[in-house]
């Protein structure tokens, strides 16, 4: 089935510690994108890519990083410099950039233990 | 400044008791306004897409509108299993991805 995989689903992050959380899409969408969640919250934009090898900050991007080497993949690394990563993070996806759907994955759960 | 405003925050119903969510927003030429439903741990999924006023669209109890400032989420007699979060997006003025509100978390209580 078509879709977008996020994994892991839970990850827990030791103080110091980069974790990678992996996104892959087999929709064939252009665009591809990493949301933030936090409890009472609404989704707020850490980095977008509109294509291959080309990505945008978004309203949170301070201790992110991010990569698009691959149409189908935007993995997201939560560095030591996020001061408060814990919290619920979202892809997503769309067949282009700017006012189109955008779909969502199942969600990754980050812990600072 | 473009935002995107939901409200209430929160909407506790009894079961075939109907009632709106209410999405405000303030774009300059507005390029789609979304509506997706969010279960408890679960990515938003996508519910409808409004890109004119006076537009509206249905599916099951849930009906969407859309007016030059804002937006309204429709539920017909709601089910326990209407219950979750909904929220509203808007692509900002700009070249710019969904902004979205902080959603109104719904309850319906058989």
């Known amino acids: 089935d078509g879709g977008i995989t996020q994994s892991p689903k839970y990850l827990f992050r030791k103080e110091g510690q980069n974790v990678t959380l992996s996104c892959e899409q087999n929709?064939?969408?252009?665009?591809m994108y990493w949301y933030r969640q936090d409890p009472g919250q609404g989704l707020r934009l850490i980095y977008y890519?509109?294509?291959?090898?080309?990505?945008q900050k978004g309203d949170i991007a301070e201790g992110y990083s991010v990569s698009r080497e691959k149409k189908e993949s935007f993995p997201l690394t939560v560095t030591s410099a996020q001061k408060n990563p814990t919290a619920f993070y979202l892809c997503?996806?769309?067949?282009?950039?700017?006012?189109?759907?955008?779909?969502f994955g199942e969600g990754s759960w980050l812990t600072v233990v | 400044e473009d935002q995107v405003t939901q409200s209430p925050e929160a909407l506790r119903l009894q079961e075939g008791e109907s009632s709106s969510l209410n999405c405000s927003y303030t774009?300059?030429?507005?390029?789609?306004l979304f509506w997706y439903r969010q279960d408890p741990g679960k990515g938003p999924e996508f519910l409808f897409t409004?890109?004119?006023a006076g537009e509206e669209k249905e599916k099951e109890r849930l009906k969407a509108t859309l007016t030059k400032k804002e937006s309204f989420l429709h539920i017909t007699a709601p089910k326990p299993e209407d219950s979750a979060t909904y929220l509203c997006?808007?692509?900002?003025?700009?070249?710019?991805?969904?902004?979205f509100g902080k959603g109104t978390r719904l309850s319906v209580i058989a």
């Open positions: 997503a996806s769309s067949v282009t950039g700017i006012g189109n759907t955008i779909y």
């Open positions: 929709l064939n969408h252009d665009a």
């Open positions: 890519s509109q294509i291959v090898n080309d990505f």
């Open positions: 774009v300059s030429g507005l390029r789609g």
């Open positions: 409004l890109y004119s």
């Open positions: 997006a808007a692509p900002l003025s700009g070249n710019t991805p969904l902004v």
